[in-house]
């Protein structure tokens, strides 16, 4: 799901200007970090620490990787089933609406795809040497993608350009540390959708495409859970003290009609994601027939392509179900008993 703000905080700026400070003057250097990240040119940073880590590499020992493999929160590999999770992704991909574009994505992006249209701090991400960062969210890079293409439309500037939807299902690396719940991993996969288009007015594509995200889980998620798990939609208006009746008539009502055995209502007391969404935001929450209740998916609307097209009309939905989480709470068994039901 999304990164939103509210997670792990990283080093604090007093801690981090004295381990700054200590670094500069062991090595003998003042305003080292200065040198290297305003003096120095992208490409020849790149240059600079392409020789460092290559020096350093061949300095290391086998035993030194094998040591890392086995420690590294960042190098061990996933504990999820891959058929569970191919399974998952052929139920997402096969209910897909026939709007969305899958794509596959790019291991890494460009620095600064996670900070710099978000309030997220860089230090969440694994940056590169060679000014690219691991892909940490991968809806920040649809929203690129999405930017990309409706730049590309000709009738752009016409304020009638085509609507992008795009999808894809994606592992994930992100910097900041995370606890031993369900779902918390260094990585994981992620099923994510992004919606782009043209404010029409009256939160009419926010709507529309909260209308088409909903549904595409709702459906999905049936479909892979079953029938015996209860599904709730909890929608929130960041925009308004009370959810504005064009909220609760094109979103909750149209989602309750098409999706009765689904609860879907307001949560107007929810403090998480507020400062990254917008106006509109959602969670789908999944409860087996004996649990309890779990949080899947996270979404709503951004401001990311009106900053990158400079154009205050541009409108984005985002979306993310974590694939990892649904697959590690909902394992195989889960799908067994469902399936002894025939």
Known sequence: MPILP?????PSLVL???IIERIEREA?????????SSRLAPTDLQSLLLEVYGRRAKKREPKA????HASSRFNRPSAISPPRLLEWDRTAFRLLPKLFQPIELSPVCPLGTGSVPTPISQDWTVSTIRNTEVVADSTNVLALECAVRRRGQTNLSSGKPDSVHLASSHRLLRGQKFGAEPGTRQHFRIFTLCSAGRDSGNLQFETEALNLHIGFYLRALKAFLG??????VAISDFGSKDARPTVRSEVVEKLQVRHKKARIGIDQDRKQGRGYYGQLCFKIFATPSRGREHELVDGGDVDW???????????LIISGCGSERLCELFGLGHALKEDQRF
């Open 6 to 10: 509210d997670g792990p905080s990283p």
């Open 16 to 18: 981090r200007s004295s």
């Open 28 to 36: 003998g250097v003042p305003d080292l970090v200065n040198i290297l």
């Open 65 to 68: 990787l094998l040591e890392d």
């Open 227 to 232: 029938t015996r798990t209860a599904l709730r």
């Open 305 to 315: 392509t009106q900053k990158l097209l400079n154009n205050a009309k541009e409108r």
